[in-house]
């Protein structure tokens, strides 16, 4: 009894580090995306600005916010974002998107990309976040 005890105390433990280790991340990816905020808008109500809003992203595909004009680069390029694609996109747009009107040069601290990954995947398509 004691044991088991003992071990759901350890679980409940681990399960509230990660989740405070998850929160501390999206917050300093909400940070990083100050970054992003001159084009992008994310979250309840985002519009699209110069760049398309960025909701619900995890598991969207490329070029497809309503109402946005996108290059023929980024519509076509095939891709449906998710965590590697993102990271990969993020690290250099115009080597994984050419001729994309993105005017971004990139971010490539490694540290700072996850950050900006777990920030951004948590807004579904309605901008709420899942937790
Ligand atoms: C100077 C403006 C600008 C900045 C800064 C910028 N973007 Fe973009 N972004 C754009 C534009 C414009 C597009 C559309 C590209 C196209 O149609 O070729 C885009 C496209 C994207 C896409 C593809 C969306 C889709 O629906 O396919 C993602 C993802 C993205 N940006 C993420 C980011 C993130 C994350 C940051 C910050 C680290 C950022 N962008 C910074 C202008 C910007």
């Keep these: 009894m ?3 005890t003992f071990g759901a105390l350890m ?12 929160a501390q991340d999206a917050a300093a990816g909400k940070t990083s995306f100050n970054k992003c905020l001159a084009c992008h808008a ?3 109500g985002a ?3 110069v760049g398309p809003e960025l909701n619900g992203l995890d598991g969207r595909k490329s070029g497809t916010a309503p109402d ?9 390029s095939g891709i449906t974002w998710n965590e590697a694609q993102f990271k990969e ?3 250099d747009p115009k080597a994984k998107i050419p001729g994309t009107k993105m005017a971004f040069a ?3 601290n490694e540290t700072e990309i996850n950050n900006l990954w777990t920030y951004v995947s948590q807004f579904d398509k309605d901008g709420k976040t899942k937790q």
Excluded at 11 to 22: C, D, G, Q
Excluded at 68 to 76: E, I, R, W
């Design 47 to 49: 519009k699209n600005k």
């Design 42 to 44: 994310i979250g309840e």
């Design 89 to 91: 996109y993020i690290k």
């Design 2 to 4: 004691k044991k088991l």
């Design 11 to 22: 679980i409940l433990t681990v399960t509230a580090t990660a989740t405070s280790a998850m």
């Design 106 to 108: 990139g971010i490539k």
């Design 68 to 76: 946005y004009n996108y290059s023929d680069a980024n519509k076509n």
